[in-house]
């Protein structure tokens, strides 16, 4: 289903002309209207700073949200790498050839995870979820047949380590889909349209470049805050930094 939040650039381009659109309506209704009477005008002022003061109060909401829930994401990456890079040194506490069938699928399993993080097709997603699956399940079934065989604290700590090696997965996959909810990006747009709307209504025989600072400032803010809030369309990504470091230090580790 296409959402507008996974791409950052349509909210910038859309959300200025929006917001531009509302200046000038506003503009053109006061025109209609007349001037403001200065009885009123203290009115107005007041009525819009206490509007402007709500709008960047639930500016700064939203992009709290957006960089907490990036934070999340970063820090399931590390998670990821650490569980998968425990489970590899305690695939030795199995026997030898069990040992190799698990390191080698860990292997195979961490190439997908940092696959998953870079890729953003779609249909190449789906490959990878299904090869994730299946190695998932080829994992837990290398470690449960001799778990089962030889059931002892030592093959306790395996089995248990696996199963982080699969929380952790589950928990990135969950942070991922964990947005900014759908509300605040209406409320956030509709207090920012009548934002543009009251001050396009104020600003009579001013001039018309004045229209444009407040659209500017708000459409590089949601800009911003769907990029950092997008976690395959932004600029601003999580890279699998960790998980690529960890599959740099397998690689020139000696095979046991």
Not at 160 to 166: E, I, S, T
Request: a neutral charge; one cysteine or more; charged letters at 20%.
């Amino acid at each position: 289903m296409f959402d507008p939040a996974d791409y950052p650039f349509l909210i910038l381009v859309g959300s200025l002309a929006a917001f531009w659109l509302s200046s000038s309506v506003g503009c053109w209704l006061g025109k209609r209207t007349g001037q403001i009477e200065e009885r009123n005008r203290e009115d107005f002022k007041f009525v819009l700073g206490g509007t402007l003061t709500l709008l960047g109060l639930i500016v700064g909401f939203t992009f709290s949200m957006s960089v907490e829930r990036y934070n999340q994401r970063k820090n399931y990456e590390e998670e990821e790498a650490n569980a998968i890079g425990t489970e590899y040194l305690r695939a030795d506490l199995l026997p030898a050839a069990d040992a190799a069938n698990v390191r080698s699928l860990l292997t195979n399993y961490l190439a997908q995870r940092m696959a998953d993080y870079r890729s953003r097709d779609r249909q190449l997603l789906r490959q990878i979820e299904i090869e994730t699956a299946r190695l998932q399940a080829s994992m837990w079934s290398a470690i449960s047949a001799p778990a089962a065989a030889q059931p002892t604290p030592v093959m306790a700590l395996v089995v248990a380590g696996m199963n982080d090696v699969l929380n952790s997965q589950g928990y990135t996959q969950a942070a991922w889909r964990n947005r900014v909810p759908i509300e605040a990006w209406a409320l956030l747009g509709l207090i920012s349209i009548f934002c543009n709307l009251m001050i396009g209504y104020g600003a009579q025989g001013k001039s018309p470049a004045l229209l444009l600072i407040l659209p500017v400032v708000l459409s590089i803010s949601l800009f911003l805050i769907a990029d950092i809030d997008s976690p395959r369309r932004g600029l601003v990504r999580v890279r699998p930094q960790n998980l690529q470091s960890l599959a740099d230090s397998l690689h020139s580790a000696p095979n046991p």
